[in-house]
């Protein structure tokens, strides 16, 4: 673990300490720290802003019930609120059917267009944005999962298998056939665009 993880840990440890004291301001803190994303995650897996809005509530309400029983030994806290999510996106996704949005929303990106983009290439890029976006939605859950945690959220392959509790290769297996699925899909309408927005920086 690097210098950096380690001090992180330690700050975390120290705010869920609190929490488990009773100050409030520990549990203030550590909603303050992780909602944002957690919201994304949930947002980009449901795909519905209200639906979101609830997992991310319910999410943080269970943890904080059960914040004692967080290890930090075994999980960063992150790790361990993004299983908690998901596990809730995963009953109401099961449910629901999707309705088409922009690949930007689904992944938090914001693709700029060139300034003096023509509208014929606007349109392209609009178009291939739509291609994208119904690509993605055609992925089976596990799949989506998959992306979006490696993606949009950033995480390692370690991170991801145990959000999605399996081991690392299935999580490494799962990226790689989602980011084939995409591909296969998306030829050859929008594919430049798949690999500019899926480049992980």
Same mark, same amino acid.
């Given at each position: 673990?690097?210098?950096?993880? !380690?001090?992180?840990?330690?700050?975390?440890?120290?705010?869920?300490? &609190?929490?488990?004291?009773?100050?409030?301001?520990?549990?203030?803190?550590?909603?303050? $720290?992780?909602?944002?994303?957690?919201?994304?995650?949930?947002?980009?897996? !449901?795909?519905?802003?209200?639906?979101?809005?609830?997992?991310?509530?319910?999410?943080?309400?269970?943890?904080?019930?059960? !914040?004692? $029983?967080?290890?930090?030994?075994?999980?960063?806290?992150?790790?361990?609120?993004?299983?908690?999510?998901?596990?809730?996106? $995963?009953?109401?996704?099961?449910?629901?059917?999707?309705?088409? =949005?922009?690949?930007?929303?689904?992944?938090?990106?914001? !693709?700029?267009?060139?300034?003096?983009?023509?509208?014929?290439?606007?349109?392209? &890029? &609009?178009?291939?944005?739509?291609?994208?976006?119904?690509?993605?939605?055609?992925?089976?859950?596990?799949?989506?999962?998959?992306?979006?945690?490696?993606?949009?959220?950033?995480?390692?392959?370690?991170?991801?298998?145990?959000?999605?509790?399996?081991?690392?290769?299935?999580?490494?297996?799962? =990226?790689?056939?989602?980011?084939?699925?995409?591909?296969?899909?998306?030829?050859?309408?929008?594919?430049?665009?798949?690999?500019?927005?899926?480049?992980?920086?």
């Amino acid at each position: 673990m690097t210098d950096k993880r !380690l001090a992180m840990r330690e700050e975390i440890d120290a705010i869920v300490d &609190r929490a488990l004291k009773g100050e409030q301001s520990g549990y203030a803190e550590l909603y303050d $720290r992780f909602a944002a994303s957690l919201y994304r995650l949930c947002y980009s897996l !449901l795909l519905n802003e209200q639906d979101a809005e609830d997992i991310l509530q319910e999410s943080f309400l269970y943890a904080f019930k059960n !914040l004692q $029983r967080f290890d930090s030994r075994k999980a960063s806290l992150k790790t361990w609120l993004y299983t908690i999510a998901i596990s809730r996106c $995963r009953n109401t996704y099961r449910r629901k059917r999707f309705i088409t =949005v922009d690949i930007t929303q689904w992944l938090g990106l914001e !693709l700029k267009a060139p300034p003096a983009e023509a509208p014929e290439a606007a349109a392209i &890029r &609009r178009d291939a944005s739509e291609s994208i976006s119904s690509a993605l939605q055609d992925l089976s859950p596990r799949l989506r999962e998959a992306i979006v945690l490696r993606y949009g959220q950033g995480m390692t392959y370690r991170e991801i298998s145990e959000v999605m509790g399996c081991p690392q290769k299935t999580a490494e297996s799962r =990226v790689r056939l989602g980011h084939e699925r995409l591909r296969q899909a998306l030829q050859p309408v929008g594919l430049g665009l798949l690999e500019e927005l899926l480049r992980v920086h």
